[in-house]
């Protein structure tokens, strides 16, 4: 009797013991099926090196942005990145220099047909080019939220052409050639070559603007427009200025 309960109770053990390996080994299986459907369903995050994809990264590499959305993964293919880099960025360099005296010209000839009284003609130039830079990266952002198709709102779309335009490039943001939207990455490769045109223009004007005098004596000049800008429009004159604001400047 107690050989046939020892039996018994050494059958129960085993089936217990058996039923939670099943168990577990279920949960296990089930885990890795999870695992497997979840990176599966992520293939975007590195997109395909595609025709379109290399083009618009070769883009990126001579821009000096560099995303790091798609990136070389054999030796031969950084040594290669590394050469192309040194002759791509130069030659870029060149490319976005003539962009930007065109652009130059451009702002000139607006310049001729505007007056600010308070301003003189670099800060006037200056100006040009912010709300130029401000026009075109709401223009670009529209075109991207509305033909990219990739759900970004307004706020991506403007925040990623910033982003791009002054060659920061964290890389949260990209565009990619997946999912049939390879021809437009073209045109935003031409837009993406104006932006930063734009804004290396924008960055000259600004220095120049504060290394042809100290920058201490420009704000007083600033100053001192605008002073006399508002006595104008006030009718204060010459001699209406009165007060403590008078002796400041």
Same mark, same amino acid.
């Given at each position: 009797?107690? %050989?046939a309960?020892? !039996?018994?109770?050494? !059958?129960?053990?085993?089936?217990?013991?058996?039923? $939670?390996?099943? @168990?577990?080994?279920?949960?296990?299986?089930?885990?890795?099926e999870?695992?497997?459907?979840?990176? @599966?369903?992520?293939?975007?995050?590195?997109?395909?090196?595609?025709?379109?994809?290399? *083009?618009?990264?070769?883009?990126?590499?001579? +821009?000096?942005?560099?995303?790091?959305?798609?990136?070389?993964?054999? %030796?031969?293919?950084? &040594?290669?990145?590394?050469i192309?880099?040194?002759?791509s960025?130069?030659?870029?360099?060149?490319?976005?220099? &003539?962009?930007?005296?065109e652009? !130059?010209?451009?702002v000139?000839?607006i310049?001729?047909?505007?007056?600010?009284?308070?301003? /003189?003609?670099?800060?006037? !130039?200056?100006?040009?080019?912010?709300?130029?830079?401000? *026009?075109?990266?709401?223009?670009?952002?529209?075109l991207?939220?509305?033909?990219?198709?990739? =759900?970004?709102?307004?706020?991506?779309?403007?925040?990623?052409?910033?982003?791009?335009?002054?060659?920061?490039?964290?890389?949260?943001?990209?565009?990619? $050639?997946?999912?049939?939207?390879?021809?437009?990455?073209? #045109?935003?490769?031409m837009?993406?070559?104006?932006?930063?045109?734009?804004?290396? @223009?924008? *960055? =000259?004007? &600004? +220095?120049?603007? #504060?290394?042809?005098?100290?920058p201490? &004596?420009?704000?007083?000049?600033?100053?001192?427009?605008?002073?006399?800008?508002?006595?104008?429009?006030?009718?204060? /004159?010459?001699g209406?200025? =009165? =007060?403590?604001?008078?002796t #400041?400047?």
């Amino acid at each position: 009797a107690a %050989t046939a309960a020892a !039996n018994t109770t050494a !059958n129960a053990t085993t089936a217990a013991a058996s039923a $939670g390996y099943a @168990s577990l080994s279920a949960i296990q299986l089930a885990s890795l099926e999870r695992f497997a459907h979840a990176a @599966s369903a992520e293939p975007s995050r590195h997109p395909k090196w595609e025709f379109w994809n290399s *083009v618009y990264f070769s883009i990126t590499i001579a +821009t000096t942005i560099g995303y790091g959305h798609i990136a070389p993964a054999t %030796t031969g293919g950084r &040594v290669f990145c590394i050469i192309y880099a040194v002759v791509s960025v130069g030659l870029m360099g060149f490319t976005l220099a &003539v962009i930007s005296e065109e652009f !130059n010209a451009l702002v000139k000839r607006i310049n001729r047909h505007i007056d600010i009284p308070i301003l /003189g003609e670099e800060s006037e !130039n200056t100006v040009i080019m912010f709300l130029l830079l401000f *026009v075109y990266l709401i223009f670009s952002s529209l075109l991207i939220q509305l033909a990219y198709g990739q =759900g970004w709102s307004f706020t991506e779309s403007f925040y990623f052409n910033f982003i791009s335009y002054t060659t920061i490039g964290l890389g949260d943001f990209y565009l990619d $050639g997946d999912s049939g939207r390879s021809g437009f990455l073209l #045109f935003s490769a031409m837009q993406l070559l104006i932006g930063i045109s734009i804004v290396a @223009s924008l *960055v =000259g004007a &600004v +220095t120049q603007f #504060f290394t042809t005098a100290k920058p201490a &004596v420009k704000l007083l000049e600033l100053a001192r427009s605008i002073k006399t800008f508002l006595l104008l429009r006030t009718g204060g /004159g010459k001699g209406g200025g =009165g =007060g403590g604001g008078g002796t #400041f400047f």
